[in-house]
């Protein structure tokens, strides 16, 4: 039975999320700067052991999957979560707007061929979720998606999506595919804090899109999008988890803590050699032995 990593920041499995009551800063008592990144830093150690047990066993893939307001930290919590870790045992995707290749496809097929093989991380930094957040607050993009038949009321669409997205999920932890899906929840304020330290801070001009201001006012229907995507499709076998992202140190910890904690619920072990695979271990010994590396 598939059983999700407990935290108070788990997506309830029966619709009841309503983001209002999700935090978006620490609990009380939540330790200091250096404490947090200490507690990472241990998470990272131990993931990176996990993975290479993950691939040595061979039997599981994991799919880790990032979704937030623009700022919110996604990509900062994917480079420090990969840091220290083999790059090898990871694949990182990034979705952006849909090529004409991919508008040609269901709106699942762009993420379905990038989803890890058997002894690998993969890392959704956006997802198969936009066609429920952006496309929903946008719903103009519709038109270019050339569906067979769109519903007068496109709140059928989304459930038919909602729908959808869940069976694949489903599909996939049956499959072998561990299922993990972060929502960054940044307040509007801190989102407006970093925007405007991109402004202010030569270095970080780069990132400052006016874009994401024009998106930010969308806010209030963002909101309503999140929180009947996450409701409708948090499960045990791909559960949701609301993280509080105002603090990025707490935000990386928790994050870094649920991954390591389902990959341990796994039970993942190197395998045990075979008596023929002990055999020929001793034969390679003898034969290296015998050498003269000269």
């Not at 131990?46 to 307001?69: H, I, K, N, P, W």
């Not at 990034?94 to 993969?122: M, N, T, V, Y």
């Not at 935000?251 to 990959?263: C, G, Q, Y």
Request: charged share 30%; proline share 6%.
């Amino acid at each position: 039975m598939i059983e999700a990593v407990e935290s108070s920041y788990l997506v309830p499995f029966d619709g009841s999320f309503r983001v209002a009551d999700a935090p978006t800063s620490p609990p009380g008592g939540t330790p200091d700067e250096d404490a947090l990144e200490d507690a990472l830093d241990d998470r990272v150690d131990r993931l990176s052991e996990l993975q290479r047990m993950l691939y040595a066993t061979d039997r599981f893939a994991m799919l880790l999957v990032f979704q937030a307001m623009d700022a919110g930290g996604k990509d900062g919590t994917i480079r420090h979560l990969t840091t220290g870790v083999n790059p090898a045992g990871f694949q990182v995707s990034a979705f952006k707007q849909p090529s004409a290749e991919e508008l040609d496809h269901d709106f699942l097929w762009r993420c379905a061929r990038r989803l890890p093989e058997r002894g690998r991380i993969g890392i959704f930094n956006r997802s198969h979720y936009e066609e429920v957040l952006v496309v929903r607050v946008h719903p103009e993009f519709v038109g270019a998606q050339r569906l067979p038949e769109v519903p007068d009321d496109l709140g059928e669409l989304w459930r038919a999506r909602y729908e959808s997205i869940a069976d694949w999920e489903r599909h996939l932890a049956r499959s072998g595919t561990v299922v993990l899906k972060f929502w960054l929840n940044v307040s509007r304020a801190e989102q407006r804090r970093r925007f405007l330290k991109r402004i202010d801070e030569p270095e970080k001009n780069w990132k400052f899109s006016l874009r994401d201001v024009e998106e930010s006012r969308l806010w209030d229907r963002y909101m309503e999008a999140y929180e009947d995507a996450l409701g409708a499709t948090s499960r045990p076998c791909a559960p949701w988890y609301a993280i509080p992202a105002d603090d990025k140190d707490f935000m990386r910890m928790t994050v870094a803590d649920i991954v390591v904690r389902r990959l341990e619920s796994l039970g993942l072990a190197y395998p045990t050699p075979s008596a023929e695979a002990l055999e020929k271990l001793d034969v390679g010994r003898r034969m290296l032995e015998s050498e003269d590396p000269g």
